[in-house]
């Protein structure tokens, strides 16, 4: 039976972290297995930034944002002779296993340090949703919510202005965030990676809008598909409708978790810690059918994710 683990948080910071940290503390500490918290990522670990937690160390952590762990991006963790500094570091805090949050980058991490012989379970903490072998990701539920409020604002002020608004979301290389949030705020069209992005189609769209005398119109945008701030000139130039543009930015990633959130984040930490204790490794978490799911990671890597862009149709039907 193992006595001691430890616990990381890695790559980008998402709402719900911190609740995660708190159960598998919890759970740890329950059946008897002392935890370890990691700070800032697979970098603390190298560095040895490491240190015992307790009840009092995940006090008034569920409802908060971030991670109070810190995270970090350690490309040079790819490199086998900087892990063995890492296995070093955990060999000389009596660490026998890992429980590390994050996203496919820190499954890759949690692998490589499996392979060498401390278990590891990962589970799936993005805002972005971007994780094939989950329903859902910890963060993403609080991020649209967030997204959802932010464009209900923006609304306000554009229907008393009669304004056409294009707000970008985040999402990198994952469209769900722009999706969930399109659907949820009523836009006239969502635009993402996987739905492609037509400039005809948002100029025309934007001009039948207006010519319906539409108090407001709303498009989504997933970041990095195109300058939105250029193409609320264009728009508004094609179209008469007046366009503001507005990039919501890191608000996204931050804030109190929602339930749903906590609740997950709750759920994977305690299986992750069950895993462990039955000296599995190498596995990550998700979340599928509301029924927690444990794969290898390999096989977890290989699947190709179900992007939520399968419901942008509505968006338009409901335009
Ligand atoms: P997010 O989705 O928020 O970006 P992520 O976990 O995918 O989260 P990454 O920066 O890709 O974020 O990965 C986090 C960390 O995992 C990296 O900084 C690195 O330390 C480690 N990591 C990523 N890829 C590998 C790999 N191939 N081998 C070993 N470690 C890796």
Redesign the pocket.
Known sequence: MIKRIGVLT?????PGMNAAIRAVVKAGMKNNIEVYGVYD???GLVEGKIEKLDYHSVNDKINRGGTFLGS???????DEKV?QVALEQLKKFGIEALVTI????????A??LTEMGINCIGLP????N??ASTDFTIGFDTAINTAVDAVDKLRDTSNSHQRCSIVEVMG?YCGDVAIATALATGAEMVVTAETGFDLQKVLDTAKQCCEMNKRHALFIFTEHITDVYELAKKVEAYSGFETRATVLGYIQRGGSPTARDRILASRLGVKAVELLINGEGGKCLGIINNEITAIDIKEALEMKKTPLAKFAHIVELLS
């Open positions: 890695s790559g980008g910071d998402a990522g697979f970098r970090a991006r350690l490309s040079e963790f790819k892990r994050g996203g496919d980058g820190t499954y890759m991490g692998l490589r903490a993005t805002i972005d971007d994780i990198r």
